[in-house]
């Protein structure tokens, strides 16, 4: 019968870093901004993004202006369109951002 020495390691070695960025990436929340849109049925037609949002796998959102003025914790990402298109004359949308394929530890690697 064979015997293991205590130096042999009897499973795959745990890299605890890969699994930590495994763990972001699953619950990462969706980024998305609240674009402000202007005279869309003329050739004045004119937009900028009014705010930025993370939406969260339970449906629920929080938004923050830009600027930072505004900051609203909502039940989901579409109350936002209503909040910044309730004037008249301005609608707004939702424009998701591509979700990442990596995570790292890096500042500078995660710009």
């Known amino acids: 019968m064979a015997t293991v020495s205590p130096q042999t390691p009897t499973t795959a070695s745990f890299d605890f870093d890969q699994e930590a960025c495994a763990l972001v990436l699953d619950t990462a929340p969706r980024m998305f901004a609240v674009v402000q849109e202007y005279d869309l049925e003329t050739e004045h037609a004119d937009g900028h993004v009014a705010a930025w949002g993370m939406a ?34 301005v609608s707004a949308r939702l424009v998701w951002l591509a979700p990442g394929t990596g995570a790292t530890f890096a500042r500078a690697e995660a710009a």
């Open 56 to 89: 969260y796998g339970d449906g629920s959102a929080h938004v923050i202006g830009v600027g930072g003025a505004v900051t609203m914790s909502l039940g989901s990402p579409e109350r936002a369109v209503w909040h910044y298109g309730r004037r008249k004359g």
